[in-house]
């Protein structure tokens, strides 16, 4: 395949509801310091999460069980199923 043309990344939906999405992620220590830096992050703020990458950390995607549970249940807002709802005036439990 040549760069650019194709992505590795999905979109999967259910009676016109996207229920899931993903995509590879950058899983690789090195690779995802450097795009950090590159966005002007501060790799220190981040400390706990990029511990797991310097042991190895193998390309993932996350199922949205929220999205897949609002279709099964058939709520009207994503905020009915899941535990802790985020927003601009709810950041924290």
């Known amino acids: 395949m040549p760069d650019g ?11 016109g509801t996207e229920i899931s999405s993903g995509a590879q992620r950058i899983h690789e220590y090195g690779m995802l310091v450097e795009r950090m830096k590159e966005l002007g992050m ?13 042991y190895g950390m193998p390309p993932r995607f996350g199922f ?8 099964v249940l058939d709520l009207g807002n994503i905020r009915e199923c899941i ?3 985020r927003d601009k005036k709810r950041i924290s439990p």
């Open 64 to 71: 949205g069980i929220e999205r897949f549970l609002m279709e």
């Open 5 to 15: 043309d194709y992505a590795r990344a999905f979109d999967m939906a259910c009676n």
């Open 83 to 85: 535990l802790f709802p």
């Open 42 to 54: 501060n790799t220190d703020n981040f400390s706990e999460y990029l511990k797991a990458f310097r």
